[in-house]
């Protein structure tokens, strides 16, 4: 099946520092990656969509300024959590949808990054 | 507004079946998703539906009834290693997915 790696795993950073996270669909084009976040207990919640070549969507309530995300190639997405707090600290997680035949086509997930600010 | 229900929590034993219950409430649908989340590990995915009907993949089958509003996610032949949570997604018009809560299941010897 078709692989999306996502990294860092674990990422453990000061309150104030800035992380990155990189998604990347190794074996196909990805014109749509989805960022999610989720808290312990929780489901996952979309933060936004990223389209190839264009600006992120963001979900209501998500502050575009502090997670920039950036999806500069098919294969390549990145989310940028900017001058992180301890209330950012959770998993997150990307997905890839891979276009089949017209269809809606499948979601593939990265591993996901858990993220701890201190 | 759009919703998604499903069963908190489920208990099975080793070796039983499990079925799995979804009903969705949405703007319109471009298919139904089933995934499988263990504890600290991101969803994998499980099942696609479209179309109405039973899919069966394995251990794992899934139903769709569109006109009612329903999924299942019927497990087999439970295994320990199946205790995870259970994620029913619907995409909508737009092509975004909406998340059930997730079905915590058990399993016991």
């Known amino acids: 099946g078709a692989v999306v790696s996502q990294h860092p795993s674990w990422v453990i950073c000061k309150s104030g520092t800035s992380v990155k996270i990189e998604c990347r669909s190794l074996?196909?084009?990805?014109?749509?990656m989805f960022w999610y976040r989720q808290f312990p207990k929780q489901s996952l919640m979309l933060m936004a969509t990223?389209?190839?070549?264009?600006?992120?969507?963001?979900e209501q309530g998500v502050e575009k300024d502090k997670f920039l995300i950036n999806h500069a190639s098919l294969t390549l997405s990145t989310l940028t959590v900017t001058s992180a707090h301890p209330e950012d600290s959770s998993f997150y997680i990307c997905?890839?949808?891979?276009?089949?035949?017209?269809?809606?086509?499948?979601?593939?997930f990265g591993e996901g990054s858990r993220l701890t600010v201190l | 507004g759009q919703n998604i229900d499903q069963p908190t929590e489920m208990t099975a034993t080793e070796g039983a079946i499990v079925q799995i219950n979804c009903t969705y409430q949405?703007?319109?649908?471009?298919?139904l998703f089933w995934y499988q989340q263990h504890a600290g590990e991101a969803p994998t995915f499980l099942s696609y539906n479209v179309l109405d009907g039973l899919e069966e993949k394995g251990r794992f089958s899934s139903f769709l009834s569109r006109s009612k509003g329903y999924s299942y996610l019927l497990l087999k032949e439970l295994q320990m290693k199946d205790s995870a949570s259970y994620l029913c997604a619907v995409m909508d018009s737009n092509y975004q997915l909406i998340w059930g809560a997730g079905t915590k299941l058990i399993i016991k010897p």
């Open positions: 997905s890839a949808r891979r276009l089949a035949g017209g269809h809606t086509g499948e979601l593939f």
């Open positions: 074996d196909f084009q990805a014109t749509t």
């Open positions: 990223s389209n190839e070549g264009s600006k992120a969507t963001y």
């Open positions: 949405t703007s319109g649908f471009n298919g």
